[in-house]
Structure formats: C-alpha cells, structure tokens
C-alpha cells in the first residue's frame, strides 16, 4: 500500500540531516536480561524495577546525538517506592469499597456509585500515570549534563484527558484521530529540556483519511483472516457445531462428566478461538493500523521543533508492519524470551526513520530548574508497564 505525504512531510533527506545513533547489541542485552530474569523470579517480582532500571541504563547510554551519548540516572529504588504508593492507595480504597459494600448491602446505591467512581478513578489514574511517567524519564535523562521535565500538573491533564477520553465510545470511535492530537500536543508543549521546550502543533485533520483507510482495511482483513481459520477448521472437523450443543444439553440435563470425544472437542475448539482472536484479530490490527500510525508518525515528526531543531519520519507502513508483525511473531515463538531483540529492533527502527535536520548547540543548552519527582513513574507500573 502506498503511503500518502503528509502536507510538510520531506520527501526525502535534507541537506544537514543527521540521525540519532544506536549501537546497543544483542548479546550485551541478553547478558542483562538473562541475569534480570534470576533475580526476577527468586524476589518473587519485586526486582522488575531494578531489572527495568539496567535495561533503560544500557539503552539510554547506547544512544547518542551529535557525537554524545544519554545518560538515564532514575533508579529501581525509585520505581519500586512509587508503585508501592499507589498500590497502597489502590488498596485503601478498595477496602473501603468492600466496607462500604459489607455495611450498607451490595444492591446499595451508595456502593454501586462507589463502585462506578472507582472504575472511573482508576481510568483516571492510568491518564495521569502517562503524563508524570514522562515527566520522571525526562528528569532523568541527561545529555551533556543537562536534563529534562515536564511543566504542568499531572492531575489537571487527568481530568482534560479524560473528559476527551470520554469522546470516544460517544463517537463510537470516530474522535480518536483529534483525541489523539490534543493528548499529544499537551504532553509535548510541556515538555522542556534545559533551557529549550519541546514545541508540536499536531493537527488531527489530515490524520482523518488514514484513520478511515485503515479502520475498513481492519475490518477487512478480519473478515479474511478469521473467516479462513475458521473455515480450515471446520473443514478439518474441528468445529463440530452439534456435537458442542449435544454436550450442552447433556451438562444441562444430567451435568455428567464429559467423555474423551467430548474433551478433545472442546480443546479443539479453545484452540480454534485461541488462533481466531490472537492470529486473526492480532493481525488484522497490527496490519490494518499501521497505515494510520505511520502517518501518524510522520505528521507528528513534521509537527514538531526543538530549538534549532526540525524533525522528519520515514516510517512506512511495510516498515511498521514488518516491525510490529514481527515482534509479535519472535514474543510468541520465544514464549517471551525473545524480548531483547524486540528492544533491539525497535531502537533499530526509530534510530533508522528518524531524521534530525539542523544541529543544537549545547553550549547555549542551560540546566532546567523544573524540579525532579522524589519517586519514580509507580502510577505507571501499576497500569502501564511498557517496554522498558
């Protein structure tokens, strides 16, 4: 499928463009990863923060620009006092759910409005945990002694994300595309660097095109690719329809246990639904979408300046295919143990399709005075793991 330009999009490399450097390696990530994973499983847990903290260290420290590499500082201390704030918050209120459930009845109006103010808290928290985890990585991100951070208030995005986010089931949907660019555009234009603020005029109308290419084309390529599992499957005899229903009318009746024939039917049929919804529906997204992200992308990089600074995408949507289908396929086929070359080809990927045009000067590049969070991103960690 061929990409549309985006208006001010480049059409291809200026003069003095210059790309961010990558030169992590596989074998070193899986050195950290590997020793991640043993003290992971005997901390019962408790060492992902620390585990996320070596793999962002080396990551940061393998990337560089104009000739000087990051520096990321956070530490898994940090990350760890967070989430256990907001686990112990989480968990307070929820005890006074169930007294409140337990002292005024299930069926109360009190607590069902309880309940509902819970989800809606919670929804709310995993908006705010976006905007201060990026304000934490910023904090903690240096090049050439000079760090990041965010103006603002966390909180007060919450509440304006959230009322947007509620824009989407009203519209079914439809406002994601102009959601999505108001979200962005906050985050971005509070975003500084030393003395320089990060600035992105990202406009959600030409996105609007993409986004209804790629929803048809979603549900498209679901019609084919879970029609045709499921008729190989049934052409295999694997979707035995009566005999599913003869063993529901027999639980019904008699709730006997069910007899050979009948359990291989039903783990026939589990997998047929397994390979319907994570390879039919799995794919149909990552395919479907990713015409609109990489317009997406490319939209943003052209939207935004720092500084001196202009950026521009070349991400394609074969190129975001093969990334995203691929990194599915590794993460499945390795049960997870491919994750470091996930890592590997995404830092690949975005040092590869983002272009730099002009050149910074450090010297005039001054200490932020944005004060940096006491605890690392534990809103986040509760809701939103993320990569690294």
């Known amino acids: 499928m061929a990409d549309v330009q985006m208006a001010g999009g480049p059409a291809g490399p200026a003069a003095g463009t210059q790309r ?14 590997l020793l991640n994973l043993v003290l992971t499983v005997i901390t019962l847990g408790i060492f992902r923060f620390w585990a996320k903290t070596r793999i962002r260290r080396y ?78 990585r910023l904090t903690r ?3 050439r002694g000079v760090r990041g951070g965010m103006t603002g208030s966390g909180w007060s995005y919450g509440f304006k994300a959230l009322g947007l986010s509620l824009l989407l089931p009203l519209t079914l949907g439809l406002a994601r595309p102009w959601v999505t660019s108001k979200l962005m555009n906050w985050r971005a234009n509070a975003s500084w660097f030393g003395s320089e ?21 979603t549900f498209a390529l679901a019609a084919v690719f879970v029609g045709g599992i499921l008729g190989i499957a049934y052409a295999a005899g694997w979707l035995d329809i009566q005999g599913l ?4 009318q027999q639980q019904q009746t008699y709730q006997t246990e069910p007899d050979e024939a009948q359990i291989q039917l039903i783990i026939r049929l589990i997998v047929v639904g397994y390979l319907a919804a994570i390879v039919g529906l799995g794919l149909s997204y990552l395919i479907g979408w990713a015409f609109y992200f990489a317009t997406l992308y490319r939209a943003t990089a052209a939207a935004a300046r720092f ?14 295919i093969g990334l995203w289908v691929g990194n599915a396929a590794i993460y499945l086929v390795t049960l997870g143990f491919g994750f470091p070359i ?29 004060a940096r969070p006491r605890f690392g991103e534990g809103l986040l960690e509760a809701f939103d793991p993320g990569m690294f």
Do not use: C
Request: charged fraction near 10%; aromatic fraction near 18%.
């Open 141 to 143: 991100t240096y090049w």
């Open 20 to 33: 961010l450097v990558y030169d992590g390696t596989l074998f070193q990530l899986y050195e950290i990863y």
């Open 307 to 320: 500084a001196s600074l202009r950026f521009a995408s070349t991400a394609t949507t074969g190129g975001l």
């Open 59 to 136: 990551v940061w420290s393998h990337v560089s620009f104009q000739g000087d590499r990051l520096e990321y500082t956070g530490t898994g201390g940090e990350l760890f006092k967070g989430f256990l704030i907001v686990l112990g918050f989480l968990f307070a209120f929820g005890i006074l759910q169930v007294a409140l459930q337990f002292a005024l009845g299930p069926d109360s109006p009190i607590a069902i409005v309880t309940q509902f103010a819970f989800l809606f808290f919670i929804i709310y928290l995993s908006l705010v945990a976006h905007y201060t985890a990026q304000n934490y």
């Open 245 to 248: 229903q003869a063993y529901i």
């Open 342 to 370: 996930l890592i590997q080809r995404t830092m690949r990927f975005i040092a590869r399709n983002l272009e730099i045009q002009g050149e910074l000067d450090g010297a005039a590049l001054t200490q932020s005075t944005i």
């Open 197 to 217: 603020r990060l600035q992105l005029e990202l406009r959600a109308g030409p996105l609007y095109a993409a986004f209804f290419v790629s929803l048809v084309l």
